[in-house]
């Protein structure tokens, strides 16, 4: 084809394909999209199942540890549905054209990334409570916006998942509002761990608009609907009454009521603790990969496993009929 | 054998209860149709969504093309008299 016609025929495509995004119809794995789209998408649904995965592990440090055998199995229940939403969001990202073992060679290779809210440790079982509360409240806010993503199945994955998540928020909260009924120091665990994931939390929204402008593709292209500051805003308007309920306080001094803004503002966020843990510098980062790499080395037994069996299976099928 | 198959994938179907559609959930990775049935269950499932499964091999599913859509489905635009709106009842006529 001469470059000319070549580049009209380009044109042509992405011209079809912002036209269906601008009537609001879902984008499915068959139809034509541009590369950067794809890309964009591959690169932000894979980091969203590394996160789910990686998330696992520090609430998975608590199994054993869990203060009653109804605390056990509500924990149990919650991680095996992060599992779960690992798979839905690797489903997903497949349709796109990358495998799970290059996912999974992106994660070990440091190529993708996964929620740097994960590089934290759970020190104790009142981290557990403000993992449940803080990080998958936060999760879920940024999650219901996904929900009107324009990629069909990424959009159904989130509309899957914040079925199921609310009841994690909701656990979380219950252990912090029954530590919070406890005895002083039951209190004073209560309070340091909101203190200590309060701000990571926070971060989980991303830079600041001015830093990461609304003009980008995401935007454009309907991947995104709102902005970092946006659905941090919305996180905090709501937490905030959840705490004063049960007598937590927000560790932010100039966390104010704006009656203007019909928001709370608050105060800064320490954005080089956040580009630190990016960067790899967070207190958990090596153990939580080295983890990643070691269970998925040591697992592969088992999927070794499963195909001998179905070869076996095979053979005698095909040796039954002759 | 490389050391890090994921398997094969499969697309999952739910009833959510006798008599509905079975409706499409998403995809797990299994080595056979025993394994492909219990991760299916696992992932979708947990919460008493269904009361039956199908999973298939997703190299066994064949669909239409986005780009085709016009041709492909053009044989039903020009046939309104397969909807009952088309037809003109006498006045009066009750229960039709």
Request: net charge neutral.
């Amino acid at each position: 084809m001469e470059l000319q016609e070549q580049t009209t025929v380009q044109v042509d495509l992405l011209k079809s394909f912002e036209e269906k995004i601008g009537r609001d119809d879902a984008i499915e794995p068959k139809d034509k999209m541009p590369d950067a789209y794809r890309k964009h998408l591959i690169r932000q649904i894979s980091q969203h199942a590394h996160s789910e995965v990686i998330g696992m592990q520090p609430e998975g440090n608590w199994i054993t540890r869990a203060p009653s055998l109804r605390a056990k199995q509500i924990l149990l229940a919650k991680i095996q549905d992060e599992g779960g939403h690992g798979l839905y969001l690797y489903s997903a990202a497949e349709t796109l054209g990358i495998s799970r073992t290059e996912m999974i060679e992106q994660l070990h290779s440091g190529k993708a990334k996964y929620s740097n809210i994960f590089n934290y440790p759970a020190l104790n079982w009142a981290d557990i409570g403000a993992i449940g509360w803080l990080v998958d409240g936060a999760a879920i806010v940024n999650q219901v916006s996904l929900q009107r993503t324009s990629y069909g199945p990424y959009s159904r994955a989130m509309v899957r998942i914040c079925k199921e998540e609310s009841f994690h928020q909701r656990q979380g909260y219950e252990i912090m509002a029954k530590m919070m009924a406890g005895t002083a120091d039951q209190r004073e665990m209560a309070q340091d761990a909101m203190n200590r994931w309060w701000w990571p939390a926070l971060m989980m929204f991303g830079p600041h608009d001015s830093e990461s402008p609304r003009s980008g593709d995401a935007f454009k292209w309907k991947i995104k609907r709102q902005s970092n500051d946006e659905l941090r805003a919305k996180f905090i308007d709501k937490t905030v009454q959840q705490a004063e309920v049960i007598g937590l306080t927000i560790p932010d001094k100039d966390l104010k009521w704006n009656e203007a803004r019909g928001h709370y503002d608050h105060g800064p966020i320490d954005w080089n603790e956040f580009y630190n843990v990016i960067n790899g510098n967070g207190p958990c980062n090596k153990q939580r990969m080295d983890h990643h790499k070691r269970v998925h080395a040591e697992g592969a037994w088992v999927r070794e496993a499963a195909e001998a069996y179905r070869a076996k299976k095979e053979k005698q099928l095909f040796q039954s009929k002759n | 054998m490389s050391a890090d198959t994921q398997l094969e994938k499969w697309e999952v179907f739910i009833q959510s209860k006798p008599g509905a559609n079975f409706v499409h959930a998403g995809c797990v990775h299994a080595s056979d149709k025993k394994m492909a049935l219990q991760n299916a269950r696992d992932t979708y499932t947990r919460r008493g969504e269904g009361t039956s499964i199908w999973a298939v091999p997703c190299d066994a599913i064949v669909a239409s093309n986005p780009d085709e859509n016009d041709m492909f489905f053009d044989p039903a635009n020009d046939k309104t008299y397969r909807m009952p709106t088309f037809y003109v009842m006498p006045e009066g006529a009750k229960a039709i």
